[in-house]
């Protein structure tokens, strides 16, 4: 089994920066890709950022060129680091992951996932 615990969210204001982490653990080095999702309240969970082990990255259209996705394979920890931010971010952080490769976006295809971290954005 694969444990996520996501820190590091938190309030902030409209322009600011912030970074997430995701730490692994029990099989971690068995787990070739991780992801980012977020979810607002009222909305489904949404896809922001793939990464694989080797550092493959893929980033959603939203978010791309302000959200960036990284990994310390050997902490078996990924960064979500978040420029720019604007109230609409405000959601509830999640890390996902999953055993086999490839960079889905789909949040079906991953098999574990952490509890979330809320990050709040005013105006």
């Known amino acids: 089994q694969v444990q996520l615990v996501e820190s590091g969210g938190g309030v902030v204001q409209a322009g600011d920066s912030l970074r997430v982490s995701c730490a692994a653990s029990g099989r971690a080095s068995s787990i070739a890709t991780m992801a980012w999702f977020r979810q607002a309240p009222g909305k489904e969970r949404e896809f922001l950022a793939v990464i694989s082990r080797s550092g493959e990255t893929y980033a959603a259209d939203s978010v791309k060129g302000r959200f960036t996705i990284s990994r310390d394979n050997a902490k078996n920890t990924v960064y979500l680091q978040m420029n720019s931010l604007k109230p609409e971010d405000t959601a509830v952080y999640y890390c996902?992951?999953?055993?086999?490769?490839?960079?889905?976006?789909?949040?079906?295809?991953?098999?574990?996932w952490g509890q979330g971290t809320q990050v709040a954005v005013s105006s």
């Open positions: 996902a992951a999953r055993l086999g490769g490839g960079l889905p976006t789909t949040e079906s295809l991953y098999s574990y």
